[in-house]
Each structure stands twice: as structure tokens, then as C-alpha cells.
């Protein structure tokens, strides 16, 4: 089920979307959509996105007022479709420093704000059942084939290990809680059959998140691809996107932003954010 925000909550706009997992309380987390910004069409409305094509007047007007929503600066990183996973400073960024080059970031510190941006890729939030971190990953398909979601795991795992105070403390992937974001969805993504190969080639079982679409190409269930990888890292809490077409970006486009549905008119698109972080 895709849950909007409650308006009783914080002051976020209620068409963004809060995860629905058993995270302690402590732990926030939210999605954005395309509502509640001051792009103008047809970047509206809230896009998140520089090199877009919008206004970056009205980009970073929207960037503050995340800012101001979940109460802390978001950590943008410049995202490259890879695996590279970052422990975020405990301070954050200084004001002005250059988005770091990452496509997943942790952190352990109170306020300090891991954000992805997307308009297709999947967006992947972590926590611990203690929450005693969270991260985020930015999942396209080239870095969800080449490990981007198990570097993050083992980067947070290890951040956990760290920080415990008794070593048997320390979290293990069981202890791992994952949702699922809003991403384009398994009847909108066709493919070539060199994506399909670079999953089967790891994991045969890839084969069951692709259906035939012509001669030569393919459907492509990304959240069911990062479901496989996810459980083959020993995750089995694994919450939010289910394929179904709520959760497709290209299929609902009053909501979602997305670079396949928009740039065939636009030559780009707009983008939203997932963020988590610890109160």
C-alpha cells in the first residue's frame, strides 16, 4: 500500500509519502512528489533537480523549503549511477561545500539528513530495528547491478559496529530494515537484453523479474530485482514498493516525475527526493 503523508504530521505537504515500516520513532523518513514546490510548469511543482532545464532560482527555493519541512539541510550528492557509498561528517557539509560524488550516503548522527534524488531509479532507505542509523541508496539499474545496495549495507553495518559500545551489540543484516520508493515500474520499463544479462549473469533467479516484450527487448521489475539482491544480503524486512502501478513513476504523472515519460517531450525531467534521518 502507498500511504500519503497524514496532514497531522510535521508540517509536510500530504501528498508526499511516508514510509510505512516498523522504524523506531525516532527515525524519519519521507518522499516527495511533485507537490508543494514553486517550479513552474512543466517542472512543477516541487522539483528538486538543478540540471533540469528549470528555473534554479526556483530549484534552490525548494531545496530550502525541504529544509525547513524536515527541520534540516538534505545532503544532495552529485549522483553518478554507481556504487560509491559515503559516511556523511557529523556536521554535514559546510554551507557552500560541492555535492559529494556518491550514490549512497549513512550516517549516525542526529539531524544529518541522507537524500537521494530520483525520476525513475529506485530509492532505497535503510535503518537498524534500534535506529541507530539510517542510509540511503540511489538504485538505477546500472547500480543496483553492480552492487550499489550491498556497498551500502556493509557501510552501514560497519558504521553500526563502530559506534556500539559492546561489540555484541553491533547490527546484522537480519536486524536491517529496508523500504522501497516509488521508482518506474515493471509495465514501463523495457530494456535491451544486455541489462537482463547483467543480472543473470549474478544470480540466475534474476530471470523471474523479466517478461519478454518483443524480439529483442525486455520488461524490467527494478523493485523486484532489488527485493532478490536485498534478500540475498539476509534482509527479510523489506517494506514499500510492490510493483503495483501506484508506486510507477512513468504511469502517474500528476504525482511523480520522471525521466523516461518527460524527457521524450521536455529533453529532461524534474526530480524528488527520498530522505531519512535520525531526530
Known sequence: MLCTMPQTTMT???DWIRPQWPAPSHVHAVFTTRAGGVSRPPYDSFNLGRPSGDDPA????????????V??????????????????????PPPGAQEVVADACCSMTPGVVC??????????LFTDRAGRGVAAAHAGWRGLAQGVLEQTLTQLLGLLA?????RATAAAAPDILAWLGPCIGPSAFEVGGEVRDAFLDQDPRAAQCFVAHGATKWLADLPG??????????IRDIHGNDGSPPWCTVGNPSRFFSHRRDSVTLGGSGRMAACIWLG
Open 12 to 14: 509536510l505537504h500530504p
Open 58 to 69: 526556483a530549484v534552490d527555493a525548494n531545496r530550502r523549503r525541504l529544509a525547513e519541512v
Open 71 to 92: 527541520g534540516h539541510p538534505p545532503v544532495f550528492m552529485q549522483q553518478v549511477h554507481g556504487t560509491t557509498s559515503v559516511v556523511l561528517p557529523p556536521a554535514g
Open 115 to 124: 537524500t537521494v534524488r530520483v525520476a525513475d531509479c529506485l530509492p532505497v
Open 162 to 166: 563502530a559506534g556500539a559500545a559492546v
Open 225 to 234: 530485482l532489488a527485493r532478490q539482491r536485498l534478500q540475498a544480503l539476509g
